[in-house]
C-alpha cells in the first residue's frame, strides 16, 4: 500500500512559477513508476507527466512540455513537478499518482488527495 500527499499548489499569475511536491510512504517508493495528473473545472482528468523509478526517462503530454519538469528523489520518498511560464488553462487540481506495474503507462493504483492550482490572467 502506498499513501500520496501532494502539497506546493497556490495561486499564481499567469507567467509565474511553482513547483508541486508528493510525498510517498511505504517501502517500495524507488519501484514505483510516479506520474502528475490534473483536473481543471468541467473537464475530465488528463495526464501531465510521469517518470520511471530510476528518474531516467521521463513524459509530458504535448501542453506541458518545455513548460513543466519532473524529477525524483528516491532518498526522499518525494515526486516533484516543477511548472514554469504558467497558463491560466494549467488552472486545475493537481494529482500524484504511483503505479505497480512497470513503465510509465498504464493504469496507476494508488491517488494522492490533489493539490490546486490556480493561474490568474
Known amino acids: 500500500q502506498v499513501q500520496l500527499v501532494e502539497s506546493g499548489g497556490g495561486l499564481v499569475q499567469a507567467g509565474g512559477s511553482l513547483r508541486l511536491s508528493c510525498v510517498a510512504s511505504?517501502?517500495?517508493?524507488?519501484?514505483?513508476?510516479m506520474g502528475w495528473f490534473r483536473q481543471g473545472p468541467g473537464k475530465e482528468r488528463e495526464f501531465v507527466a510521469a517518470?520511471?523509478?530510476?528518474?531516467?526517462?521521463?513524459s509530458f503530454a504535448d501542453s506541458v512540455k518545455g513548460r513543466f519538469t519532473i524529477s525524483r528523489d528516491n532518498a526522499k520518498n518525494t515526486v516533484y513537478l516543477q511548472m514554469s511560464s504558467l497558463k491560466p488553462e494549467d488552472t486545475a487540481v493537481y494529482y500524484c499518482?504511483?503505479?505497480?506495474?512497470?513503465?510509465?503507462?498504464?493504469?496507476?493504483?494508488?491517488w494522492g488527495q490533489g493539490t490546486q492550482v490556480t493561474v490568474s490572467s
Open positions: 511505504g517501502r517500495t517508493f524507488s519501484r514505483n513508476p
Open positions: 499518482a504511483a503505479r505497480e506495474g512497470p513503465g510509465i503507462m498504464g493504469r496507476y493504483d494508488y
Open positions: 517518470i520511471t523509478p530510476s528518474g531516467i526517462t521521463t
